[in-house]
């Protein structure tokens, strides 16, 4: 009977010998807490591994005494948090597994669902750009810059950056003029806002030209001739873009762009212009949709200090 009792113990502390002592080790050490994870897994497979080895051997007291602490750490406080800590880490890898999947199954819809951009029926003066994402990596506020290269009257009807999110409906447009001094009227381009710092500070660009900006209390009429621009959720990472041509008789599609942020690629697959970041979406799909420079470098042509 002591023989069968000393197994019994021989099991019980080589089991807290080798399940406990070595995780105390390793937590001891620097910057272990991010590997903590590690540790109910190495606890419970040396727990199993001498529970089925000392079966395999014939030492079934010792298997007995392995079982008991085992039954012990289960019915403890940290056997509990221990089960909770390994259900929590199983539901965040069953959680990340389907977001991944769904990440996925979004990036081939992304690259398979976009509709080629057509050529609008005429040329229109007016550029409608609703709730579109306004931050970025380029210098320049967008619709001060289109008003200037392209001649075109830009309505904004909602704009967000980041969490910001700006309801009201601006309107830009710019022309030459030796009075620029009413209400919001301007020969500065505005500076883009950019969620990491620029490593090049930049400040507001003088041009040659008058900014004119005022603030809508209603969109255009809906027959209003326009290029509109709006966003199309999605899911994932893939930014969707609808381009549609407003005409006196009514809306035509002319494309559905895409843009996988991640990877920065565009779907068709649109030249990125030289001197355009690849991570403008915006001003990417602005130059393919109105076949102009809009870069830093054709808005410079408009700097004051370019005249002198």
């Not at 909770?84 to 389907?98: C, Q």
């Not at 690259?111 to 005429?122: D, E, I």
């Not at 509109?228 to 035509?252: H, M, N, Q, Y």
Request: include cysteine; aromatic fraction near 8%.
């Amino acid at each position: 009977m002591k023989r069968y009792f000393r197994e019994v113990i021989f099991g019980f502390v080589a089991a807290v010998v080798l399940a406990i002592v070595p995780p105390i080790v390793f937590l001891a050490m620097p910057a272990a807490g991010f590997f903590l994870f590690v540790v109910p897994i190495w606890s419970v497979g040396v727990v199993g591994l001498l529970f089925f080895g000392f079966l395999t051997f014939g030492r079934i007291p010792a298997a007995i005494g392995v079982a008991l602490l085992a039954i012990a750490v289960a019915l403890s406080p940290v056997g509990q948090a221990t089960a909770a800590l390994v259900g929590e880490i199983d539901k965040n890898l069953k959680e990340g597994a389907r977001a991944n999947a769904y990440l996925q199954s979004k990036r081939k819809e992304c690259a398979t669902g976009y509709v080629p951009l057509k050529k609008p029926s005429a040329k229109h003066d007016l550029l409608v750009l609703e709730d579109m994402y306004m931050c970025g990596d380029h210098n320049y506020d967008v619709p001060d810059t289109v008003a200037i290269l392209t001649g075109m009257r830009v309505v904004e009807a909602g704009r967000f950056c980041f969490t910001s999110r700006k309801p009201e409906i601006r309107e830009t447009l710019a022309e030459y003029s030796d009075n620029c001094t009413g209400g919001r009227d301007s020969a500065d381009v505005g500076i883009t806002p950019k969620l990491v710092q620029r490593k090049v500070a930049v400040a507001p660009l003088r041009v040659d030209m008058c900014l004119r900006r005022r603030t809508l209390p209603d969109p255009p009429d809906d027959r209003t001739p326009a290029i509109v621009l709006r966003p199309v959720p999605f899911g994932g990472d893939c930014k969707v873009t609808e381009v549609i041509e407003r005409t006196a008789s009514g809306d035509v599609e002319l494309g559905r762009l895409h843009y996988e942020a991640s990877r920065q690629r565009y779907y068709p697959d649109l030249a990125v212009p030289e001197g355009i970041s690849r991570y403008n979406s915006l001003v990417v799909f602005l130059s393919e949709i109105l076949q102009q420079d809009l870069s830093d470098k054709a808005l410079m042509k408009h700097a004051v200090e370019a005249k002198n």
